[in-house]
């Protein structure tokens, strides 16, 4: 099956930008959704953005709206989130998610293969 593995994280002060990576191992994301979801220190997991299968109609959660960017090349299996405009309070382990369906949601049952996290820091 496929495994998901992000790449891109690191330590960015804020207002700058980071783009984080996905990318499918073993298998592909043909016919999958692909959600971004993070987990800040004592927090839950939250949904932060989704794409479907193949492109369309990427969403995203209100508080990243108009910052963040989801993407993918199916060519390359990979899928992208771009984020811009960064905030202390964006600071969390950053996962993509593999639905089993084309089309995702914000609802985390609805992904069934996750990759390890990434860690992103924003610093005030």
């Known amino acids: 099956q496929v495994q998901p593995v992000e790449s891109g994280g690191g330590l960015v002060q804020a207002g700058g930008s980071l783009r984080l990576s996905c990318a499918a191992s073993g298998r592909t994301f043909s016919g999958s959704a692909v959600g971004w979801f993070r987990q800040a220190p004592g927090k839950e997991r939250e949904f932060v953005a989704a794409i479907n299968w193949p492109a369309f109609s990427p969403y995203y959660a209100t508080s990243v709206k108009g910052r963040f960017t989801t993407s993918r090349d199916n060519a390359k299996n990979t899928v992208f989130l771009q984020m811009n405009r960064l905030k202390p309070e964006d600071t969390a382990v950053y996962y993509c998610?593999?639905?089993?369906?084309?089309?995702?949601?914000?609802?985390?049952?609805?992904?069934?293969?996750w990759g390890q996290g990434t860690q992103v820091t924003v610093s005030a």
């Open positions: 998610a593999a639905a089993s369906s084309a089309y995702g949601s914000a609802d985390s049952n609805n992904y069934h293969i």
